[in-house]
């Protein structure tokens, strides 16, 4: 179908439908420019989507949207999605933060954690007497965390030393650590911090590893802003950044994966894609990850200095999920499953659990969402859904033989059915209407991400935002690229993708005006 | 709660250090970027997932043999270097292109030999010739032994999940309907699926009975596992052992426990609702009853509630299509897709009934008319004016974004 193709110039071509590419993509047609977006998949959103099955529409990833907040205290995303795009989507409050369950013997917890700095510095005091003034304390160092970021984005990437050693010198000190080094310096009581970290699966990294402020400052969010959820599922909002952007003269092309981005002399003169469009342009926005930029897609190969792989080989890339998605034949009520969210460890040593993500065998942990719980009406009457999620590292599915993958996901799934049943002391297996499961291979068939990873780069101190932000201008290797989604300077995280496509759509806006 | 010790100062390693520490991190992070390896990476997942979910398969014909004198299976082989087609689930189909006349038609088709034989780098499909189907015409004249045909990889979600199902399958089948159950035999008896399978087999007549020897074979040789009941609905019937009429629930009801089973129903469109209003005497839950979706309805009229006003109109569908803006004739009695493909637009498609979704595309003006059985779009998709047009009928005039195929 030569009559197809695209051979013209765009202002920017951007790479990718996922959370970050479709914000550039609506953020630079509002603005007036042409752009011209190209995904792979036949669908908008990447990790951001829902699926039918039977009488159910299940939710792809998302557990909970932090930084959304409510109309009168509005976060970073409804801004950016009400003010900034002018989007209309439906979303809801989520009641309390999850539960956590710890099945281990030697160190059982059950405990509802609510959203609120005071319900929350209460709940986990009442749970662990005597931790109330540490967590005090890890509160004003979060809140000043969160007042420094504000700064820095104002800042525009310049902030004034003098500003930062004074205002926000806890902030500054903070940046070199880990949770656990952090968390240890405050005092908080061993069993309170085991509570307070319960967020590290959405990270991926062990707490000796995760970087304390990336960690409090998301942990802020939650706490002062809630979390949400959209209310027709992620694909809702993926749609009407779609409609949003061909509404203001973008293009969306679907089905159509970029196979080359031309370069020259250290600069982007170009794109020629599956479908042999052949585009002329001088910027591109990725939201493809740099490691599938510098392997795969910059032509000729000898664009790529030698520097851009060991930038991008120093990295890890972070934990892939499994999920399993079912359709029950009974309500939420019926079935005793009370809570939205719920966090299951069978033991509370981070370290121990990543481990674990490293094998095939029975899972350690799983965080699961029952949507009806937020959603009366997400299925129909006497009906509900559960997704299970848990975790692996990249490369422990590779050698998998295709005649076995299938028995293999039937025997996690099982194994994480039967976990929640013991967790809850309820029994939802002979009510399962429908069953999906998701594997790493599923999550890099759909997205195409490296290795199937969900997570980005994993995110130690040395490679936390503050310092990719910081480093961020030396680390451009091509002229005209900029990264937007999980593997960004932003870090990863639903709020973090969507908010990364806007500033590289920014970035790029500044350069071109300045072109011009 | 904006009060709490403002004082407070943090100290990990102590002061000094932890600021040192901060001012030494992008050194840090420099050194261990500039220690790390300059080899390029590949992405081994990659592989698995090639296997399982090929984009394309360029398949070969090798066999062709009559199963009755309006059936044929057909059997394709693996052009790949590795000689391997791609793993499925019994019960999953192939969507394959079909080239006539420079118009790209595609159509999905259950698989009917096992998941073990795709190792060994086949697949078998068993094709019954339409009466007025002008594609299956096209296809015993034109597909030979050598024939290469373009396939998808295996799609479908009509399989039996030992999560989710009661380890005894009863398969309800019509016409070329048995062709996932015999899969599914096949992999009982290979142990691929640990469950028992007992399939009413309607028919009209005996002649139009397709594997019957081999059913036969596998009832004789494994009758704790598989059980066949041919049911035929012609005049005279002169097979032994067999029902007469339709698959009725009193039928069903003689052979098997119906408390104990899980149904899976896959036939031609008229045979769905009989069957449906029979097992609905039965009460069973949802999860007990599984359909496979039968393709695109070839006579929208029998859709309830179809818009009778509309047929014999024909309406205009503009059309953008990658850099194509083009303006296409569309009938109200055919489907969007069916009037993309007549224009040659080649649009992408697999299941042709609305579920999988492969055709979604964005409706800018215009009426459609959805199939309600048919309707498995997601809820935004209906919020915000995407649809599928396997499953729409133009009611008006349209203006739609349709996909590129891959």
């Known amino acids: ?516 | 709660m904006k009060n709490h010790n403002k004082k407070f100062d943090l100290s990990v390693k102590g002061n000094i250090r932890d600021l040192l520490a901060f001012k030494n991190l992008i050194s840090k992070r420099s050194k261990l970027i500039q220690k790390a390896s300059n080899l390029p990476k590949n992405d081994p997942i990659k592989n698995l997932s090639r296997k399982l979910h090929p984009e394309k398969q360029t398949l070969v014909i090798s066999e062709i043999r009559e199963e009755t004198k309006s059936t044929k299976t057909i059997r394709l082989i693996s052009e790949s270097d590795e000689k391997k087609t791609a793993y499925f689930r019994a019960g999953q189909y192939l969507s394959l292109k079909v080239q006539i006349n420079g118009t790209v038609i595609t159509r999905p088709y259950s698989i009917s030999s096992s998941p073990l034989d795709s190792l060994y780098g086949f697949y078998e499909i068993t094709i019954k010739k339409a009466e007025d189907g002008f594609l299956t015409q096209y296809i015993w004249d034109n597909w030979k032994i050598g024939s290469k045909i373009e396939s998808s990889g295996p799609e479908g979600n009509f399989y039996f999940e030992p999560l989710r199902d009661l380890n005894h399958i009863v398969g309800i089948a019509g016409g070329s309907g048995i062709t996932p159950f015999r899969s599914i035999a096949k992999s009982i008896i290979n142990g691929t699926i640990n469950a028992k399978l007992t399939v009413f087999y309607g028919s009209s007549e005996e002649d139009d009975i397709i594997f019957y020897d081999e059913f036969r074979k596998f009832e004789k040789n494994f009758p704790n596992q598989i059980k066949i009941i041919h049911v035929l609905s012609c005049e005279e019937v002169h097979l032994e052992g067999c029902e007469e009429g339709f698959i009725n629930a009193e039928i069903i009801q003689k052979h098997v426990d119906i408390n104990k089973c899980s149904f899976f129903i896959c036939g031609p469109q008229i045979m769905y609702e009989f069957v449906e209003n029979e097992l609905a005497k039965f009460n069973l839950p949802y999860k007990r009853i599984r359909k496979e979706v039968f393709g695109e309805i070839r006579n929208p009229l029998s859709i309830p509630n179809y818009p009778k006003e509309c047929i014999g109109k024909t309406f205009s569908i503009k059309v953008e299509m990658g850099s194509l803006l083009t303006e296409i004739p569309a009938l109200a009695t055919e489907s969007v897709l069916t009037a993309l493909e007549r224009a040659k637009l080649a649009p992408p498609s697999r299941c042709r009934s609305g579920s999988c979704g492969f055709c979604r595309s964005a409706l800018i003006s215009g009426e459609i008319f959805v199939n309600p059985f048919d309707d498995k779009r997601r809820i935004a998709d209906k919020l915000r004016n995407y649809f599928h047009p396997c499953s729409s009928y133009p009611m008006s005039n349209l203006e739609i974004i349709v996909p590129r195929n891959r």
């Not at chain 1, 965080?367 to 990249?394: E, G, H, Q, V, Y």
């Open chain 1, 1 to 516: 179908m030569s009559d197809q193709k695209f051979n013209e110039f765009y202002e920017v071509v951007i790479i990718g439908a996922g959370n970050g590419g479709l914000t550039a993509a609506a953020q630079l047609a509002l603005e007036g420019v042409k752009v011209i977006l190209f995904e792979q998949h036949n669908l908008p959103g990447g990790f951001a989507t829902s699926f039918v099955r039977g009488r159910f529409e299940f939710e792809g990833t998302l557990h909970e949207l932090c930084d959304y907040g409510p109309h009168d205290n509005k976060g970073s995303i409804r801004r950016l999605f009400e003010d900034d795009l002018g989007l209309q989507v439906e979303f809801v409050e989520i009641p309390e933060a999850f539960r956590l369950i710890c099945t281990d013997i030697n160190d059982p917890i059950n405990i509802v954690v609510p959203f609120g700095l005071e319900d929350f510095v209460a709940a986990i005091d009442n749970a662990v007497p005597g931790s109330k003034d540490s967590l005090l304390n890890y509160l004003t160092l979060s809140e000043e965390i969160n007042e420094a970021i504000t700064y820095l984005t104002e800042s525009k990437g310049n902030p004034e030393k003098d500003v930062l050693l004074k205002k926000y010198k806890s902030f500054l000190k903070s940046v070199p650590y880990s949770l656990d080094e952090v968390n240890n310096a405050l005092k908080i009581p061993q069993q309170a911090q085991e509570i307070l970290d319960a967020y590290w699966i959405y990270i991926g990294i062990p707490t000796n590893r995760v970087n304390f402020t990336f960690y409090s400052a998301m942990h802020y969010y939650f706490l002062t802003r809630k979390a949400y959820f959209p209310k027709y599922r992620t694909h809702d909002f993926s749609t009407a950044l779609e409609s949003k952007i061909r509404e203001n003269g973008g293009k969306v092309e679907y089905n159509t994966r970029v196979e080359k981005i031309l370069v020259k002399d250290g600069k982007i003169i170009g794109v020629q894609t599956s479908k042999g469009d052949k585009i002329q342009t001088d910027n591109v926005i990725s939201n493809a990850s740099p490691t599938i930029l510098y392997n795969n897609l910059i032509f000729p190969k000898e664009e790529v200095p030698e520097i851009a792989y060991k930038f991008v080989n120093a990295r890890k890339h972070a934990i892939s999920c499994f999920s399993v998605y079912l359709g029950l034949n009974a309500s939420a009520e019926q079935l005793g499953i009370k809570n939205y969210s719920y966090h299951i460890f069978n033991s509370m040593n981070t370290e121990k659990i990543y481990e674990s993500f490293k094998t095939l065998n029975s899972p350690m942990v799983q965080a699961t969402t029952c949507l009806n719980n937020i959603i009366n009406d997400c299925s129909p009457p006497n009906t509900s859904m559960l997704m299970i999620t848990t975790f692996f590292l990249p490369g422990v599915w590779d050698n998998v033989k295709s005649e076995d993958y299938f028995n293999i996901k039937s025997k996690i799934a099982n194994d994480l059915i039967i976990s929640f049943e013991k967790a809850l002391n309820i029994s939802i297996k002979d009510h399962i209407e429908e069953i999906e499961i998701a594997t790493p291979q599923t999550l890099s068939r759909y997205t195409s991400a490296f290795q199937g990873s969900a997570y980005g780069y994993e995110s130690d101190p040395w490679d936390s935002f503050i310092p990719r932000l910081m480093a961020m201008n030396d680390e451009k290797y091509i002229e005209g690229l900029e990264i937007c989604g999980g593997y960004s300077s932003q870090g990863v995280s639903y709020t973090n993708s969507l908010i990364s496509g806007q500033i590289s759509a920014f970035l790029t806006l500044q350069k071109i005006r300045e072109g011009e």
